[in-house]
């Protein structure tokens, strides 16, 4: 394909020099819009960054950035020697933005406008499928839904209805039900280390509630935010809704490089890890990077949003207590969920915030959806402290540590040669490679024609991905649907390597 002229693409960009916004960071959005809303096609070959820097009247250090953002996030990709070009094959999760943002677009030509915030807002992916309800083999972060305590929980329903208290029919606490926030700080304590009293303890609308709380209490737009790259999408949707300059930091064997990291940018204002069990790639940040991590951002007084969303399953190892135990100087906001522990749809999470935050994020929560449902509350309080929610998590470490033995076997069956999976000391999914050279975006789509859910390891990355891989959710699928799960990847797969 032709090469963009320059004075075709300036006119889909126009950058206000007056504007608080970074000119690089308009660069940016202008030319992601134009590829999301397919102004700009996949395959075109954009200009020079010379050549567009002089029509645009900035400089090529602006161009150079704003193409570094769109490479990263994989918009654009280059050839050697061959110029840079929109990614023929936009992943999934882009598409999904911008099938939102033309609506927003069309909402434009009906002359009603979107804020900058709700523009963001609707072009910001949240996860690789899960909008779309998907579950079954191998959706990575569904809980056995077949091994929900119903009975338990129609039966502690059932007795909070018969016997309510008008009390509990007004408007509760912004903070949440007071039981469930004593009976949380508890848990925290004795199974995670965490050092909080319950006035800490924020009830929140799943975790992805608690990582848009935090980005609107303690994020302004522009604001540098580290985070591990591979990541968790709805964190990185929640704090680049929020205006934040999301920039990856790679990981190594004990978790997030912090050395790299104050290499690429250390005027960060915020970093948002995964400590206990990294998302997606299962690693566990070592004690000694832990105590770096909070060093440095003691030195740099930068926040850290611990996301401790699957903690309780645990194979093999030791845990290592939370991260916010280690905190003296009240840095660290942690975040849990029911998510994984009982079902996503209960939407119920905690958020425990240092004793200063504490009022800004209740107003901040009473001002979002004033409470969560205090019934909802109720009955979960009474799962956890009549001692049904320990025992479900001990069933379901069980579960799901034989699901995992059995979709590995089955791989060891049926994919040998084509699939490397390794035994995953914790977590509900196995991160697997691909040989060198198969596109894992590839891969997931013929994958996905044969009914079978694969993210592709790259979706989760800012940066190149060093490897290609899959990721397999095994939690929430049964044995037989692990066996035919697989046993499709290895039709889908057969011609992909052939
Ligand atoms: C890293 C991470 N954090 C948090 C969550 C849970 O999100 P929520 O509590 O909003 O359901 C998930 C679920 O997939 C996750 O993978």
Redesign the pocket.
């Known amino acids: 394909m032709n090469k963009l002229p320059t004075a075709l693409t300036s006119p889909l960009l126009a950058l206000d020099q007056s504007s608080t916004t970074p000119l690089y960071r308009q660069l940016y959005d202008g030319l992601r819009q134009a590829i999301l809303d397919g102004r700009i096609v996949p395959g075109a070959r954009l200009p020079a960054t010379r050549a567009l820097a002089t029509e645009l009247g900035v400089s090529r250090n602006t161009v150079m950035s704003a193409f570094d953002q769109l490479f990263a996030e994989g918009y654009l990709e280059g050839r050697v020697g061959d110029g840079t070009y929109v990614t023929r094959t936009l992943p999934d999760t882009l598409l999904h933005a911008g099938a939102t943002t033309m609506s927003a677009v069309a909402l434009q030509g009906t002359g009603r406008r979107l804020s900058r915030r709700g523009a963001m807002l609707a072009a910001t992916p949240v ?1 690789t499928s ?1 909008e779309r309800g998907q579950v079954g083999a191998f959706a ?2 569904i809980p056995a839904i077949d091994a929900f305590p119903f009975e338990t929980m129609a039966t502690l329903a059932a007795r909070r209805w018969r016997n309510l208290s008008s009390e509990l029919l007004g408007y509760g606490d912004p903070a949440g039900y007071r039981p469930l926030r004593d009976a949380i700080a508890a848990y925290l304590g004795a199974a995670r280390g965490v050092r909080c009293s319950a006035e800490q303890v924020i009830i929140v ?7 848009d709380l935090t980005a609107r209490v303690l994020l302004d737009s522009g604001n540098v935010v580290w985070m591990e790259d591979p990541g ?1 999408l ?2 990185r949707g929640a704090l680049r809704a929020a205006g934040a300059e999301v920039i990856p930091v790679p990981l190594d064997a004990e978790g997030l490089d912090v050395v790299a990291g104050n290499a690429r940018n250390a005027a960060v204002r915020l970093v948002y890890i ?1 400590p206990s069990h990294q ?2 790639t299962g690693v566990t940040m070592s004690l000694t990077r832990r105590l770096a991590l909070l060093e440095w951002a003691t030195h740099h007084d930068a926040w850290i949003i611990e ?1 401790d ?2 903690s309780e399953y645990r194979y093999a190892g030791r845990p290592l207590a939370a991260l916010q135990g280690l905190d003296r100087t009240g840095r660290v906001i942690y ?1 849990g ?4 522990v009982l079902c ?1 749809a209960i ?1 119920l ?1 905690y958020l425990v915030a240092p004793p200063d935050l504490v009022d800004a994020f209740v107003a901040a929560r009473a001002l979002a959806d004033r409470h969560a449902p205090t019934i909802d509350q109720a009955v979960l309080t009474d799962f956890i402290v009549e001692g049904h929610f320990a025992r479900h998590i001990r069933r379901m470490r069980a579960l799901y540590a034989e699901r995992q033995a059995i979709l590995l076997e089955a791989i060891e069956r049926e994919l040998s040669g084509l699939l490397d999976a390794r035994p995953a000391e914790a977590g509900m999914h196995l991160l697997t490679w691909l040989p060198d050279g198969i596109n894992d975006q590839l891969a997931a789509q013929r994958a996905a024609e044969y009914g079978v859910i694969a993210p592709p390891l790259s979706a989760y990355n800012l940066a190149a991905p060093l490897r290609s891989g899959v990721l397999l959710g095994y939690a929430g699928v049964k044995p037989h649907a692990i066996e035919a799960g697989v046993k499709q990847l290895a039709a889908a797969w057969a011609k992909l390597c052939g």
């Not at 969920?337 to 994984?340: A, E, H, I, Q």
């Open positions: 996860s899960r990575p972060g609308g799943g975790s992805q509630q608690g990582l968790y709805g964190a995964t998302y997606p996301d969303y699957d975040l969920t029911f998510s994984k996503p939407r999470g």
